[in-house]
């Protein structure tokens, strides 16, 4: 069963532009969660998505949105970049939605705002 | 609301030596608790869990206990191996939302 696949792996942008990040979830999941992580705030949960809807959301300003498809892929946004974007952007996948304990998670996305 | 808090690192020992990664949490309610290990390069996997009171999870030698009384999951191994060099997360779920602690880096030297 393949793992989820999240791409880019690296991207680098600068002040202002936009950017739109692809997660793959494994086979038959139907939830897919975004997070943040940086060295300075650690792990920060951005939403969640099951089955095309928005099941929760983190503490992050309306220039982060998300979506999922009816295949259960995902995508984030993020518009006018700030420096303080920078950070490896995870996502993880499980079967039932808000299950921590079932997330596995993808290796990230590294996104650098010059 | 919720939250974490764990030990900042980095953390820093020798080959068999005792590790143990504090965890303190905030939370309403019961929520469950996990360790999440983060290898150089990888994404996050699940190390141990513990859904109630008093339950102890472990997994790959390591183990942390439920300790509702002092709101505390603290991560222990008994001896820790240079393969364990990785980032550490804490972590609690409730109300269907995942927080996570700052992470605690350990550096093991051979």
């Known amino acids: 069963k393949a793992g989820v696949t999240q791409t880019p792996r690296y991207l680098i942008k600068t002040r202002g532009q936009q950017v739109t990040l692809s997660c793959s979830p494994i086979s038959g999941h139907r939830s897919v969660s975004w997070y943040q992580q940086t060295p300075g705030q650690g792990l920060q949960f951005l939403f969640e998505?099951?089955?095309?809807?928005?099941?929760n959301k983190g503490n992050f300003p309306g220039r982060f949105s998300g979506r999922q498809f009816s295949n259960s892929r995902s995508e984030m946004n993020v518009s006018t970049l700030e420096l303080g974007d920078s950070a490896l952007y995870l996502c993880?996948?499980?079967?039932?939605?808000?299950?921590?304990?079932?997330?596995?998670f993808g290796p990230g996305t590294r996104l650098t705002v010059l | 609301g919720n939250s974490v808090t764990q030990m900042e690192g980095p953390v820093t020992l020798s080959e068999e030596a005792f590790l143990t990664i504090n965890c303190t949490y905030t939370a309403t309610g019961y929520p469950s608790l996990f360790w999440y290990v983060q290898y150089p390069g990888e994404g996050l996997q699940l190390l141990l869990k513990?859904?109630?009171?008093?339950d102890k999870g472990s997994n790959k030698g390591f183990e942390a206990t439920y300790r509702k009384e002092t709101t505390s999951f603290h991560l222990e191994k008994g001896s820790v191996q240079v393969s364990d060099s990785a980032v550490y997360f804490c972590?609690?779920?409730?109300?269907?939302?995942?927080?996570f602690g700052a992470g605690t880096r350990l550096f093991v030297k051979a």
């Open positions: 998505y099951f089955s095309e809807t928005q099941r």
């Open positions: 972590a609690l779920t409730g109300g269907f939302k995942t927080i």
């Open positions: 513990a859904t109630k009171a008093d």
């Open positions: 993880a996948s499980s079967s039932t939605a808000g299950a921590a304990e079932k997330q596995f």
